[in-house]
C-alpha cells in the first residue's frame, strides 16, 4: 500500500447494511467485497459487526477464505465492542484480524447508555485490546459519536482521545455518528484532535443527515486526516454514509489529492450494489446516476458541439460513461445531430428538422424519447417501415394469482411465421421463455436485460398509458457494447413491455 496516499475505508458491508431494508446474502457480500478490493482497489474492507449472527460468521468466514487465496485477509476488518472477550473470539473463529473497537465518543453516550465513569470505560477498552493483540488481533478504535463529544463535552474527548491513542492501536477512527457537523466545525474538530493525539493515524468517518457528508470529508483531509470511510450510493442509516463515488471525485479534483481508488470501476460498483441492495439511486445522483452526463437543453448540446463548451471536469469517460443528449421539448437540432452520429445514421437535413419538430411534440406529451427511437421516428416520417423485419403477431399471456405464467407467441421473421410457448416466473418471464425459442431456431443472440422500469402518469387511472422502459445490454450481434434502452407505450404494462422489447429486436437486427 502507498502510504503516501489518502487510504479508503469501505463501510458498504457493515455500515451500509443499516439501511432501512437492506440486507446482502453471503454471497452478494463476497462479490462487493472482491470488486471493491480487486478492481476498485479501495485499501480496505469493514465486511461485518462481530457477534451479530451465526449466518454473519458464516458470511465472515467465507469471505476470509477468499482473501487468504487472494493474500488480502489484512484488509478485511470487522466492527466489534467493548466486551473484553465475546467480540475478539467470535473474529478469531470467523477468521479475520482485524477489530474496529466501537468505544463512547461522547460523554452523553458514556453516561446515560454505559452508565459508567470514564475510568471504567477506559479500562475495558484496554482490556479488549490487550486480550485482541494476544489472540493476534489488531486494534483500530472508532470513538462512537465523537462529533456530539467534540460540540457538548470536548473535556471528555480530550480525556478518552489522549489516553487511547497510547493503546497499542493502529488508527483512531473519529465518526459524525449523528452528521451534525458542518465543514468549519469538522476543522475545528479535526485541528483539536491533532493536537490532543499528533501521533496516532486519524481516519474520519461522516454522515449525511445535512447533506454535507462529502464536504466534511475535504476539510477533514485539509486538516491532515490520513484516511477516510465511505459507503457505495450513499448506502448507510438514516440519511446514509459519505458516498464513495462523490467523496472519490471530490478528493482527486478539488484537493488533488490521490487515493488508490480506480474512477473507471466506480460505475460497476455503483449499479452492483443498486442490484444487491434493491436501493434504486435517483437519476440525478452525483457521478452515478442515469442521467448526471445527460445535457437537455438544445443550447448545451450545440455549446458542446462547438468547444465541449457546458464540459465540467467531471468527464463521463473517468467512469466508464459517455455524454449524452436528452430529446424531448427543450431539444435543439444539436440534440438531435449528435444522437443521429452515436447511432451513426445520416439523414437530410429536411428529414432532420421533421424529427425535431415531432420529438418536441412527444415531450409536450410528457413521452420518453430514447436515441434508439430515433430509428424508428425516422422510418415513419420518411415512410418506411422498419418493424418489417422481426413483427410480433399476437401474444397470449395468462398470468395471476395461484396461476403458473404461460404464454403463446406468434412472429413474423423474414417472412416466415413462428410460433412459440413459453412458462416463466410472470407473465413477461413466460413471453421472454417463448420469445428466447424462436430466437434459438433463428440463430439470434438476445442481449442480456439489465433493468425494467414502468412510468404511469401520477394520479392516473387503472386505463392510463403506461411506459415500459428496459435497458438491454450491448448487442455483439451488430457491435454495439454499450448498454441502450427503448420504449414501449400501451395501457397495458406486459403490452407495452413486448412493443419495448419487438423494438430491441429490430434495432439489433437492422
Not at 413466460?430 to 438476445?446: G, V, W, Y
Not at 450491448?474 to 419495448?500: E, K, P, V
Amino acid at each position: 500500500m502507498n502510504e503516501t496516499k489518502l487510504e479508503i475505508l469501505d463501510v458498504t458491508l457493515r455500515d451500509g447494511e443499516q439501511t432501512q431494508g437492506v440486507v446482502f446474502s453471503t454471497q452478494e457480500k463476497l462479490n462487493i467485497a472482491k470488486f471493491l478490493l480487486l478492481n476498485v482497489k479501495v485499501d480496505r474492507v469493514e465486511v461485518a459487526s462481530a457477534r451479530v449472527s451465526r449466518g454473519e460468521k458464516e458470511t465472515v468466514k467465507t469471505i476470509m477464505k477468499w482473501a487468504e487465496k487472494e493474500n488480502l485477509s489484512d484488509r478485511i476488518e470487522i466492527l466489534g465492542f467493548v466486551d473484553k472477550t465475546a467480540s475478539v473470539d467470535w473474529i478469531v473463529e470467523s477468521g479475520a484480524h482485524t477489530l474496529n473497537l466501537l468505544t463512547k465518543g461522547s460523554e452523553k453516550h458514556l453516561v446515560h447508555q454505559l452508565k459508567k465513569t470514564p475510568e471504567e470505560h477506559l479500562n475495558e477498552i484496554k482490556a479488549t485490546i490487550d486480550y485482541a493483540l494476544s489472540k493476534g488481533i489488531q486494534v483500530n478504535v472508532y470513538m462512537e459519536d465523537w462529533s456530539n463529544g467534540f460540540l457538548n463535552s470536548p473535556d471528555y474527548v480530550a480525556k478518552m482521545a489522549m489516553a487511547i491513542s497510547n493503546f497499542p492501536i493502529q488508527r483512531l477512527f473519529l465518526p459524525d455518528t449523528l452528521g451534525v457537523l458542518s465543514p468549519d466545525e469538522t476543522s475545528k474538530a479535526m485541528h483539536f484532535m491533532k493536537t490532543i493525539a499528533p501521533s496516532i493515524r486519524i481516519e474520519f468517518h461522516g454522515h449525511n443527515d445535512y447533506d454535507l457528508s462529502v464536504a466534511n470529508c475535504l476539510a477533514a483531509v485539509n486538516s491532515g486526516v490520513s484516511g477516510l470511510h465511505v459507503s457505495v450510493n450513499g448506502l448507510g442509516e438514516r440519511a446514509g454514509n459519505s458516498p464513495l463515488e462523490a467523496v472519490i471525485t471530490a478528493v482527486h479534483d478539488k484537493l488533488g489529492i490521490r487515493t488508490n481508488v480506480v474512477e473507471s470501476e466506480i460505475t460497476a460498483l455503483s449499479r452492483l450494489v443498486e442490484v444487491f441492495s434493491g436501493k434504486r439511486i435517483s437519476d440525478n445522483r452525483p457521478i452515478v446516476g442515469q442521467d448526471v452526463f445527460t445535457q437537455t437543453a438544445g443550447v448545451h448540446a450545440d455549446g458542446d458541439k462547438k468547444g465541449n463548451l457546458y464540459a465540467n471536469p467531471i468527464l463521463p469517460e473517468r467512469f466508464g460513461r459517455k455524454r449524452s443528449y436528452a430529446l424531448g421539448k427543450l431539444a435543439g437540432k444539436a440534440s438531435i445531430s449528435e444522437n443521429l452520429k452515436q447511432l451513426g445514421l445520416v439523414i437530410s437535413a429536411d428529414l432532420e428538422k421533421k424529427i425535431l419538430d415531432k420529438v418536441i411534440e412527444m415531450g409536450d406529451q410528457g413521452r420518453i424519447v430514447s436515441t434508439e427511437d430515433l430509428p424508428f421516428l425516422i422510418a415513419n416520417l420518411s415512410g418506411e417501415d422498419i418493424n418489417h423485419n422481426f413483427q410480433i403477431q399476437n401474444c397470449e399471456v395468462i398470468s395471476g394469482k395461484g396461476i403458473s405464467p404461460s404464454a403463446k407467441l406468434k412472429v413474423i421473421y423474414k417472412s416466415k411465421e413462428y410460433s412459440a410457448e413459453g412458462k416463466g416466473d410472470g407473465g413477461y418471464d413466460a413471453f421472454m421463455d417463448a420469445l428466447r425459442k424462436i430466437a434459438s431456431a433463428n440463430n439470434i443472440s438476445l442481449p442480456e436485460l439489465l433493468d425494467y422500469q414502468v412510468r404511469i402518469p401520477p394520479g392516473g387511472k387503472t386505463s392510463a398509458l403506461v411506459e415500459t422502459i428496459i435497458t438491454w445490454s450491448g448487442s455483439a450481434q451488430n457491435n454495439q457494447t454499450d448498454s441502450f434502452r427503448t420504449i414501449g407505450l400501451d395501457s397495458d404494462q406486459i403490452s407495452a413491455a413486448i412493443l419495448a422489447t419487438e423494438k430491441m429486436l429490430n434495432l439489433i437486427l437492422k
